[in-house]
T-cell receptor
């Protein structure tokens, strides 16, 4: 158990809908990262927040957005969902601001299925 | 741009035999290097990491990895695998700077036969 929690574990929804994925980082960690794991794209970095502020963006679609709240939990919002958005979404957390030596600890993931 | 290659998609190994998983990276400087394991239905667990210093790194669960700068490789090894080592293994790299993003390889699935 990494100490990172994600809810829900599974999510099934229809195309065009909007969903929110939630992540609580390990106690004391200030950074939250979101990743998408799909069969065709593999594991891809989406976005990084540190202490409430966006620090880095990766391959995140404009239909997707995220935020980190004052209590440091984070939410990933996915809207206008398409079949291709079906994937496993991971959250990770780390102590620092994302320096190279900052180890990321991963949550169990949320499996999103878009029908 | 940094990239990670894991040449082997799937490896089958007998229980008790040795295991080596290959990882090659492409980057202008020496990146920070990681190996993660993902068991079925689970998140990613960090096995070991290399930042600098001794090129042979020891990790959890009896795994080790060796950084070879001349070959741009960071191969993972275990002398004797257990059935519980069946999982997917990911090599990842991050640039030695702030605001780094981990780039992952495609993963290697390990099957352990009795």
């Amino acid at each position: 158990d990494s100490g990172v929690t994600q809810t829900p574990k599974h999510l099934i929804t229809a195309t065009g809908q909007r969903v929110t994925l939630r992540c609580s980082p390990r106690s004391g960690d200030l950074s939250v990262y979101w990743y998408q794991q799909s069969l065709d794209q593999g594991l891809q970095f989406l976005i990084h927040y540190y202490n409430g502020e966006e620090r880095a963006k990766g391959n995140i679609l404009e239909r997707f957005s995220a935020q980190q709240f004052p209590d440091l939990h984070s939410e990933l919002n996915l809207s206008s969902l398409e079949l291709g958005d079906s994937a496993l979404y991971f959250c990770a957390s780390s102590v620092g601001a994302g320096a190279g030596t900052d180890t990321q600890y991963f949550g169990p993931g949320t499996r999103l299925t878009v029908l | 741009a940094q990239s990670v290659t894991q040449p082997d998609i799937h490896i089958t190994v007998s229980e008790g035999a040795s295991l080596e998983l290959r990882c090659n990276y492409s980057y202008g400087a020496t990146p920070y290097l990681f190996w993660y394991v993902q068991s079925p239905g689970q998140g990613l667990q960090l096995l070991l990491k290399y930042f600098s210093g001794d090129t042979l790194v020891q990790g959890i669960k009896g795994f080790e990895a060796e950084f070879k700068r001349s070959q741009s490789s960071f191969n993972l090894r275990k002398p004797s695998v257990h059935w519980s080592d069946a999982a997917e293994y990911f090599c990842a790299v991050g640039p030695p700077s702030n605001d780094y993003k981990l780039s992952f390889g495609a993963g290697t699935t390990v099957t352990v036969r009795a």
